[in-house]
């Protein structure tokens, strides 16, 4: 759909009457505009024809209306998504996008209170199914995803690619019996924005606020494992001083039900299966990319070579059992 198309039925609907727009940004699945009308911005976002996950714009709809009914106040408001879709109406909030481990430690306070309060949200059904099973992911990455890569794999160029995909599942096999081995009856649910790192994090220096932006990845889980390891390796910074520096502020009085030695424990577990969902996510890409004949194809391959490297210097020694090269990318 074009911008000039969503513009037009937002006026017939009665939402705008005479609206400027110009360019903001392009994802994978959708293109950003920024509308201004009377003083007043928005963000538009329009789905792309070859979006990946055609139902990320009512999710993002969704949860924002299940935000504001629970009073939270620094999320993205939604005005209007249209009946089939593919456009949605957003609020534009002023701000510079921060990672997280940019943050001062004030404003890291600031964070991790309202990060708990996100979390603290009660499971509802909200239409969509965002509850995460993490036992099932890791089996839709070996049974789904990892056999798409692997039957496709001649659209890959790359080194010793059967063993490579062999080490990836070894691991992931691995992983999923670590995760077989938890009760996770005895595990509350958390709820979670999926993706709160670099560019929808919004801090706004004029009134010291900082809000959150595009909740299209947003989730109840219950692994708070990979909740919080998603943020790492997403904001840049793994290591094991800023965890214990994160954990401590946002673990207060053993907020998560483990003392923070323990839930160190789970965050390392949920690195394994961030970064491995990481590698996967880039291959898948680099094929489609490659079907596509776009030129990006190479990009995901060093994507993926990178995060294959991340998971051998923190995981991959395992007594020497498992060993992996990296993908060694050639054009």
Not at 20 to 31: A, I, R
Not at 46 to 73: C, D, G, H, Q, T
Not at 233 to 262: L, R
Request: some cysteine.
């Amino acid at each position: 759909m074009k911008i000039d198309k969503a513009l037009k039925n937002l006026i017939k609907e009665g939402v705008l009457r005479n609206p400027d727009y110009k360019y903001l940004s392009s994802g994978s699945n959708y293109q950003a505009f920024l509308v201004v009308e009377d003083g007043k911005s928005y963000v538009l976002r329009i789905l792309k024809e070859l979006a990946s996950s055609r139902n990320r714009l009512n999710k993002a709809y969704k949860v924002s209306k299940f935000l504001e009914k629970n009073k939270i106040k620094y999320h993205q408001k939604v005005f209007f998504l249209d009946e089939n879709h593919k456009f949605l109406l957003s609020e534009y909030l002023e701000g510079k996008e921060v990672s997280l481990d940019s943050l001062t430690h004030s404003y890291l306070v600031d964070f991790c209170c309202k990060f708990r309060e996100i979390n603290n949200l009660k499971f509802e059904d909200l239409g969509i199914n965002i509850f995460e099973d993490s036992v099932k992911r890791i089996s839709n990455l070996i049974n789904y995803k990892l056999s798409y890569i692997t039957k496709n794999k001649d659209f890959l160029d790359i080194k010793d690619k059967n063993n490579i995909f062999k080490y990836i599942k070894d691991e992931l096999i691995c992983l999923r019996l670590e995760y077989k081995k938890v009760d996770w009856s005895k595990r509350r649910i958390y709820f979670d924005h999926g993706d709160l790192a670099g560019a929808n994090i919004l801090l706004n220096k004029k009134n010291k606020e900082l809000k959150f932006i595009d909740w299209d990845n947003a989730k109840f889980s219950k692994d708070i494992g990979s909740i919080l390891a998603n943020m790492f390796f997403y904001c840049s910074n793994i290591s094991d001083s800023f965890q214990d520096k994160f954990i401590k502020i946002y673990n207060q009085n053993d907020f998560t039900g483990f003392n923070d030695k323990d839930l160190k424990q789970e965050v390392r577990r949920g690195l394994k299966l961030i970064v491995l969902s990481g590698v996967i996510w880039a291959l898948s890409s680099a094929i489609k990319s490659k079907k596509r004949k776009e030129s990006v194809c190479f990009e995901y391959l060093k994507t993926a070579n990178n995060r294959l490297a991340v998971f051998k210097q923190n995981f991959g020694t395992d007594g020497g059992t498992r060993t992996h090269k990296p993908c060694g990318t050639r054009v």
